[in-house]
């Protein structure tokens, strides 16, 4: 048991958050439980967490605040529970890095195949090229630290990246030339498809190409293929 994959669940309502325990229990995992922000950092300090599974709307410190706190520090996956008019609030909380999401009410048994499949997605998550083997990648006149999520121009001035748009840049980099429509961008970056996000990914590459290209409204980089998707248009190499 002690192996087993720790997950957090956290949620204002006692009901939901033991409900969801007592089962992911009975299917090997080991939980714990917390209401809020406060009892999710107590948990954070003290025991290696594999996934939280974090509520979008509680008192205080709602789920994308706690969303962004969490990969601010790190990387532990997320999956979001949203209730189904909170398309706007899904969507920032996928552009912030949230892996997954499911909205209330849920069935365990899909909850539990989201678990499985972000647990299998962040322990299988080595890249086509091995590029994780390397720290610095160079892209055009660009460096990427995949280590620090930084890039670096000529001038060695550090540009962070968001995790959002790390993952997004990491996918162009290790398909370089490769047409990625949005669903796939959405697949590889999020681990879903659904048409209602596809603005989401619009919006990071966006973003992304705020800080990449020399002209964002003219990109060289990051090229948009109508009615395709979007490429990465620049030699890659590793040091």
Known sequence: ??????????????????????????QGYRVSVAEGGASLRR????????????????????????????????????????????????????ELGADDYLAKPFNPRELLARIRA????????APAHGILDRRIVHIGHWKVDLGRQEIFGDDGVGIALSTAEFRLLKVFIERPG????????????????????DRSIDNQVSRLRKKIE??????????????????????????
């Open 178 to 197: 490769v047409v990625l429509s949005r669903e796939q961008l959405l697949d590889l970056t999020v681990g879903r498809t659904a048409d209602v996000f």
């Open 43 to 94: 948990i954070l300090e003290r025991r290696s967490v594999d996934l939280i599974i974090l509520d979008i709307m509680m008192p205080g410190e709602d789920g994308i605040s706690l969303c962004r706190e969490v990969r601010a520090s790190g990387n532990i996956p997320i999956i979001f529970l949203t209730a189904v008019a909170e398309d706007t609030d899904r969507i920032v909380g996928l």
């Open 214 to 239: 020399e002209n964002p409204k003219n990109p060289s980089i990051i090229k948009t293929h109508w009615g395709g998707g979007y490429s990465l248009f620049a030699e890659v190499g590793f040091e």
């Open 1 to 26: 048991m002690q192996d087993a994959p720790h997950v957090v669940v956290v949620d204002d309502h006692h009901d939901i958050r033991d409900s969801v325990r007592e089962y992911l229990e009975r």
């Open 118 to 125: 972000v647990l299998r997605r962040a322990a299988g998550s």
